[in-house]
């Protein structure tokens, strides 16, 4: 089971975490929508908003399709990172 034995707040720890080790490769600071902002800021903001929206889908038993909820997340990365 994926929250095992250490439980959710572990889980969820982990998962920002390695959302924000694999956010640092896509954001770009230097130009476009993101020029001048904090990378870490942004990847933070987006790794917690990632991870709200996970949770929230799994406490609410999935109320949008995967695929749908899948490709929605995917369009709301692109538009922020």
Do not use: C
């Not at 975490?17 to 954001?27: A, G, K, S």
């Not at 600071?29 to 020029?35: A, D, E, F, L, S």
Request: net charge negative.
């Amino acid at each position: 089971m994926m929250l095992a034995s250490k439980g959710a707040p572990y889980f969820r720890n982990r998962f920002l975490i390695f959302l924000h080790d694999e956010f640092r490769n896509e954001v770009n600071v230097t130009q476009g929508i993101n020029q001048g902002l904090d990378e870490d800021v942004i990847i933070r903001f987006v790794a917690s908003a990632y991870v709200g929206v996970v949770e929230w889908w799994f406490t609410n038993e999935k109320p949008v399709p995967h695929q749908v909820f899948a490709e929605q997340l995917g369009t709301l990365l692109e538009r922020n990172l």
